[in-house]
């Protein structure tokens, strides 16, 4: 289901709203496909609180494939810890999503988003490019390992959704990423402001520390603070920084 909010309010037959993070947590899951696309175990599926309901992906943790350079069985908790950077930030690149148990065990469980498949980064225009400078900044934040042009969607409303973050948040430098088109280039004003305003928000810092404390390591979390405060200082989009610094394959 497409949505232009991060968080939009699904309406019951009685007229009462419900969030979808609360359907998320609380909701009933029903599968109703797999996605065949990916190394991983994904599914389809629908969530149903009352009389409220929304689609999403599941990606059950035992559904993991093992990788020699992210802990076995903490993807899925890093699909929630984007979301969250995304939210705290108020920049709505990530729809809601959460960590919940489900039919095939815990996972992560992300409203889903209708688009067409041609309608990804390297089909874009030289505009909607333009506005992927956001996505690098965010990509660089949560330090993501997988941007492949796939992963950067237009939905059936015209907004520009993220998805698939699995790889994201290692301590180390892993950033790949296709979208390169910018490197180096000033940072626009407006994100600056934005993390700015995040940075000098302690108590936002504080909670956004707190919340992802239960899907990622100390070491993890300190990386990511550090890569905020570097972003702000230096006030450039990230620019190729190790060997490999484009995702395989790039679509």
């Avoid at 407006?190 to 000098?200: A, H, M, N, T, Y």
């Amino acid at each position: 289901m497409a949505t232009d909010k991060t968080e939009a309010l699904q309406q019951t037959s009685t007229g009462t709203p419900t969030d979808s993070l609360t359907i998320l947590r609380s909701g009933a899951l029903t599968l109703h496909g797999i996605f065949r696309a990916g190394s991983n175990y994904t599914f389809l599926a629908d969530v149903t609180l009352g009389k409220c309901h929304i689609e999403a992906v599941y990606k059950p943790t035992e559904g993991e494939q093992p990788l020699w350079d992210f802990p076995h069985g903490s993807l899925a908790k890093r699909e929630e810890a984007a979301y969250l950077v995304s939210h705290a930030l108020g920049w709505g690149l990530v729809t809601p999503t959460v960590y919940r148990d489900g039919p095939h065990g815990p996972g992560s469980l992300q409203q889903f988003v209708e688009f067409d498949d041609a309608d990804h980064y390297f089909n874009f225009t030289t505009e909607e490019k333009a506005a992927c400078k956001r996505v690098a900044v965010f990509d660089y934040l949560i330090n993501n390992a997988d941007r492949k042009g796939s992963h950067v969607v237009r939905g059936i409303d015209g907004k520009m959704w993220l998805i698939d973050h699995g790889l994201s948040f290692h301590s180390k430098n892993k950033l790949r990423t296709v979208i390169w088109d910018y490197a180096g280039k000033k940072m626009p004003a407006e994100l600056g402001s934005d993390l700015k305003k995040f940075v000098d928000n302690s108590q936002a810092a504080k909670n956004l520390a707190y919340d992802l404390s239960y899907l990622l390591t100390k070491d993890e979390i300190a990386a990511f603070f550090a890569r905020v405060q570097h972003m702000v200082i230096t006030a450039r989009l990230p620019q190729p920084g190790q060997e490999r610094s484009y995702p395989w394959p790039p679509l």
